[in-house]
């Protein structure tokens, strides 16, 4: 911490984890959050602004392939209620029209569709009615979830149409990646929904410490679109842009300050994302 700043691409890494008596429960602690002391004039900082600390998954692969991940779902921000609080603070040049019947969001030159109803992300991640095939992916996916979240369960702005971790029956090729861009998706007592993500084929996942507002969780959706959009054709690793999103986030006015350190990292940080192709 006394020597001079690594660049932001090449941050050495804690690896920390936590033991616990429930090895279904991936617990995530604030370690970046720490408060270190140094220096002769003993200095404090914390440790995230100086080390990426990654923390394993319940079912932890380092399978490092050749492919960059180019499927990308995006559900949310929806485009009313608290969510559009955070869609209003993305790039105005990436905003679909909101009266069109299917928003989407411009990433890389690519029109994504934005899922902002619960019902149809329930039919994604879970089958449509009472079917019992579990719908399949066909290629690695990134998928985003801009949302409220309680007790692990996701939603928009009415908590009767919710989708919960039980409702996860997706499977996902391996290696995909999620963003759970919420209100404490990974706090304690609330990472049922990566683990059950993880237990289906996702091998890498940022979360959220604790409540982010609305803005927060709008600017950190920006902040990584933009580290996607800069990197070369043969995609970042995930862990990489994922520092590079908080860095940019940081510098938002300076509205967030060390807030930045709740979206933290879980799982195998070397998978490439690339930039989103046509609609999967």
């Known amino acids: 911490m006394k020597s001079e700043p690594y660049p932001v691409d090449d941050l ?3 690896f ?22 140094y220096g002769h004039d003993k200095s404090t900082d914390f440790l995230g602004r ?4 990654e923390s ?17 779902v995006l559900v949310g921000p929806a485009t009313k209620g608290t969510t559009g609080l955070a869609r209003a603070q993305l790039n105005h040049t ?15 030159g690519v029109a994504l569709p934005v899922i902002d109803d619960m019902d149809l992300f329930f039919d994604f991640i879970h089958g449509k009615g009472d079917t019992k095939q579990e719908p399949v992916s066909e290629h690695p996916m990134l998928l985003s ?14 908590l009767a149409t919710k989708v919960s971790s039980g409702n996860v029956r997706r499977q996902f090729l391996r290696p995909s990646a999620v963003i759970l861009n919420g209100c404490g998706t990974g706090e304690f007592g609330a990472s049922d929904f990566i683990y059950t993500l993880n237990v289906n084929g996702v091998y ?6 604790t409540e982010v507002e609305p803005a927060m969780a709008g600017d950190f959706l920006e902040c990584f679109f933009q580290q ?15 520092t590079k999103a908080l860095r940019c986030l940081e510098q938002k006015e300076g509205k967030y300050g060390s807030r930045v350190l709740f979206y933290s990292f879980l799982g195998n940080s070397g998978l490439k994302i690339c930039k989103p192709r046509t609609t999967p």
């Open 12 to 14: 050495p890494s804690i």
């Open 16 to 37: 920390f984890r936590i033991a616990t008596g429930n090895s279904t429960e991936p617990s995530l602690w604030p370690l970046s959050l720490m408060s270190v002391s």
């Open 50 to 53: 100086y080390f990426r600390v």
């Open 56 to 72: 394993p998954l319940t079912n932890q692969n380092y399978e490092q392939t050749d492919s960059c991940i180019e499927d990308w």
């Open 94 to 108: 990436r905003l679909g029209s909101i009266d069109q019947e299917k928003p989407t969001l411009l990433v890389a």
């Open 145 to 158: 979830v801009l949302s409220h979240h309680d007790r692990n369960s996701v939603y928009f702005d009415n």
């Open 204 to 209: 890498a996942a940022l979360a959220t410490l």
């Open 228 to 242: 996607i959009e800069s990197a070369p054709a043969s995609g970042i690793a995930i862990g990489i842009a994922h």
